[in-house]
C-alpha cells in the first residue's frame, strides 16, 4: 500500500485555500477514521478551522480531545495538529477570512458569530 501522506506545508496551505469544502479526517475512539465536510481558510500563512454546529458536530471533540487529524484530498492526506485559539486578533482576522471566502453562503453567519468563534482551532501541518 502506497502512503499519500503530504508533509509539505505549502500543499495542504493550498488545498485549504483553493478548496470550499474541505474534508477532515477524525478517529474515533475505537480507531475508525470518519471524514467530515467543514469549511477552513488561511491567515496569514495558518490555516483555521472552526465548529459551526456546536454540540451536534461529531468532529469537534475527537479533534479536540486528539490534539490531531488530517486533511483529506483525493489520494492525498495532510496531517495536522489542532490548537484551540483564544484571542480576539486571530478571532476577528479568521471572521474576515471565512466572510471573504464564504460571503456568498447563507450559513456564513453562524460561522463569525456568537459561541462559534470560541471554537476557532489552528491547524498545523506536521513536518
Known amino acids: 500500500m ?5 508533509t509539505d506545508s505549502s500543499a495542504a496551505l493550498d488545498y485549504l485555500t483553493r478548496t470550499g469544502t474541505v474534508h477532515l479526517a477524525t478517529r474515533t475512539e475505537d480507531g ?7 469549511w477552513a481558510v488561511v491567515v496569514d500563512g495558518q490555516a483555521y478551522i472552526r465548529n459551526g454546529y456546536g454540540d451536534s458536530s461529531k468532529w469537534y471533540p475527537r479533534i479536540r480531545g ?3 487529524a488530517a486533511f483529506v484530498d483525493g489520494r ?10 483564544d484571542d480576539e486578533a486571530t ?5 474576515d477570512a471565512f466572510s471573504s471566502k464564504y460571503g456568498h453562503s447563507g450559513s456564513l453567519r453562524m460561522m463569525i458569530t456568537g459561541d462559534v468563534r470560541t471554537s476557532t482551532l489552528r491547524v498545523t501541518p506536521v513536518a
Open 2 to 6: 502506497v502512503d499519500h501522506t503530504m
Open 32 to 38: 475508525r477514521e470518519i471524514v467530515t465536510k467543514i
Open 66 to 68: 486528539a490534539g490531531r
Open 76 to 85: 492525498n492526506r495532510y496531517d495536522v495538529t489542532a490548537d484551540l485559539v
Open 91 to 95: 478571532n476577528v482576522a479568521v471572521d
